[in-house]
């Protein structure tokens, strides 16, 4: 790992309060932001719960249904994001990299292929990453609202600065 260790004691799962502690202020509040995107627009979809990866990986919190939504990975002031596109999420993901921040654009680019997708691993560190990763959700998944409502949230984020 680089400077910026995960949280990898398996016997303490942290709270919100030890997260924004090991994230630092300003990315704990886009960690609030983005946790609570994803329970505005999909409430009651994902279970959401902290996942516990080994001494490698340490904690994540899951977003998960059926298959995996996406993963918040805290790490030491900062925090990832992990999203797994399948074949018909990447092609809808490709139509907007031009769009996306460059280094969401080299994270995509840099990401391993396996069988049941490509992991993609972001660092949020600003607010148009934060807009672009929300973005990136909308695309794997269509928010309950319906389609016509995630086209305009995405036309919203695409025209975000």
Known sequence: MSEHT?????AKQPDAGQVAQWIGSQNSVRWTELTEFIQSRYPGVF????WFGG????WSLRFKKSKSFCNLIPERGQFKVLLVFGGEEREKVEAVLPELASHVRDDYAKAT?????????????SKKVLVDVERLLLLKRTPKAGKSSAAKLL????NAA
Request: net charge positive; no cysteine.
């Open 55 to 58: 001494k490698k990986f340490g």
């Open 47 to 50: 279970e959401t719960k902290w």
């Open 155 to 158: 036309r919203k984020k695409g």
């Open 6 to 10: 995960r949280m990898l004691d398996a």
């Open 113 to 125: 292929t396996f069988h049941d997708g490509r992991w993609v691993s972001v660092v949020v560190d």
